[in-house]
């Protein structure tokens, strides 16, 4: 398990005053992904038509392109707004595999300043039911530091 205060903290200081939603994501998606072994694949997938989602800044192998809000983990989070957390991907229903090690996964929204889903964070593993309440809450909290301020 990751020190999520200090991973808070580096992400504080190394965003702030940035406002470029890449720059933020590149950073967020970076310190994220090297802070913890359970992250195989950690990024974004950006809102950037009505119902569709596509990659944005990543760590890991290729991810796929695009995701519709339909379908998937990442569809399931774009489109309820809530985080899904998701022990093992081959139980969950139209999960897309981007990767075949995926056995696990987290996605979580991001959410703007005024509320709006403009991104999901997703954080794959290779490991099954790698994830925890803990990890989401966290993670959260990170989110909405960076991107609903």
């Not at 981007?98 to 929204?109: G, Q």
Request: glycine share 8%; net charge negative.
């Amino acid at each position: 398990m990751p020190d999520y205060d200090l991973l808070s903290k580096t992400i504080r200081s190394l965003t702030e005053g940035e406002d470029d939603t890449i720059a933020l994501m590149a950073t967020v998606a970076c310190e994220v992904h090297h802070s913890d072994a359970r992250f195989d694949w950690t990024g974004f997938y950006r809102v950037t038509a009505p119902e569709l989602l596509k990659i944005g800044p990543y760590q890991g192998g290729h991810g796929c392109l695009q995701i519709p809000f339909s379908r998937g983990v990442c569809g399931a989070a774009a489109r309820t707004g809530q985080v899904q957390l998701v022990p093992d991907v081959e139980a969950f229903e139209g999960h897309i595999a981007c990767a075949s090690s995926t056995r696990s996964e987290l996605v979580l929204p991001v959410f703007d300043a005024r509320g709006a889903v403009i991104a999901v964070f997703d954080i794959d593993s290779n490991q099954p039911d790698a994830f925890t309440q803990d990890d989401a809450t966290a993670l959260t909290a990170i989110l909405s530091e960076v991107f609903a301020r």
